[in-house]
């Protein structure tokens, strides 16, 4: 009983909050740039006190990631001896733009995937060495060293050709309703954006500064790692990262910010 009042209690107060939220974008915060494409980062959604952590390269905790992944990048691993420096030579160079066109279509697989998958299929592929496990300290290291590369640069993925049913199915996933909140993205993320939740504005929902440092979880985090999070709170079943439909909607939520400045690795509460 006491876990359903819990539950009751929870629910009560997501739903009032939403529903007391006017459906449509609030004024956006004070200092906010003013974009022709009306695009606004999560950035400017976070407490002032959130905003410096991220923008002091010696407070940012998701800088411990970059720099890790630094060192993994030149670390052979695997039985062919190989580093990703082997293929990809200094990824400061390398590296620059490619974080900001994932996920995209795998052309020898025809799949969609995201950046953490391609970096095990290369560890697989070419250095002959064993996948990182999803959500690893390894695996975010080198995803938020990629990403870091990109810093500064518009995101820019792809929607035609190969890649045009996934982003039709990612945008039907966006639009659907879910879990017994009976909640879709884009009921907070473009209805109720610049509103409150909980203690919180609510963002436009984009995926320019992943994988992100999350405060709540005191570790970085990657965008299904988000949506997870997100289905938990409209009391959905989570699904598992990698997932298919993940990367659909990945997809089309990184769509929705294409244009906007990459700042990896953000911080967020």
């Not at 995937?113 to 299929?121: D, F, T």
């Not at 039709?168 to 209805?191: F, I, K, P």
């Not at 963002?203 to 299904?224: D, E, I, K």
């Not at 993940?246 to 929705?256: C, K, P």
């Given at each position: ?11 009560a ?13 609030a004024?956006?915060?004070p ?16 407490s002032?006190?959130?905003?410096a ?13 970059v720099d ?8 052979p ?11 990809h ?11 900001a066109?994932?996920?995209?279509v ?29 959500e ?10 990629i ?28 639009n ?19 509103h ?9 929902g984009?995926?320019?500064?992943f994988?992100t440092?999350m ?6 985090a ?7 999070f ?12 990698n ?6 909607l990945e ?19």
């Amino acid at each position: 009983m006491g876990v359903m009042r819990r539950f009751l209690r929870h629910a009560a107060m997501l739903l009032a909050a939403l529903a007391a939220a006017t459906p449509a974008f609030a004024d956006p915060p004070p200092e906010t740039p003013v974009r022709d494409d009306g695009l606004i980062s999560g950035y400017w959604f976070a407490s002032p006190e959130t905003r410096a952590i991220q923008d002091d390269e010696f407070s940012n905790p998701g800088l411990l990631y970059v720099d890790r992944g630094a060192l993994r990048w030149r670390e052979p691993d695997g039985a062919a001896e190989k580093s990703c420096a082997s293929c990809h030579d200094d990824g400061v160079e390398t590296m620059a733009g490619v974080g900001a066109t994932y996920p995209k279509v795998d052309e020898a697989s025809g799949a969609l995937i995201n950046l953490g998958e391609r970096v095990n299929m290369c560890r697989v592929r070419h250095m002959d060495a064993k996948p990182l496990e999803t959500e690893s300290e390894p695996l975010l290291d080198l995803t938020a060293y990629i990403m870091h590369q990109s810093q500064g640069m518009p995101m820019a993925v792809t929607i035609d050709g190969p890649a045009a049913p996934f982003f039709e199915h990612g945008q039907a996933l966006y639009n659907q309703r879910v879990g017994q909140m009976d909640l879709a993205c884009t009921m907070c993320h473009d209805q109720r954006v610049g509103h409150y939740l909980r203690a919180e504005h609510i963002s436009q929902g984009h995926l320019n500064g992943f994988p992100t440092y999350m405060m709540r979880w005191g570790t970085m985090a990657s965008p299904h790692r988000r949506f997870q999070f997100c289905n938990e709170q409209a009391r959905a079943e989570p699904l598992p990262i990698n997932h298919p439909d993940y990367n659909a909607l990945e997809l089309y939520i990184a769509w929705r910010g294409n244009g906007l400045e990459i700042e990896t690795p953000a911080v967020r509460r």
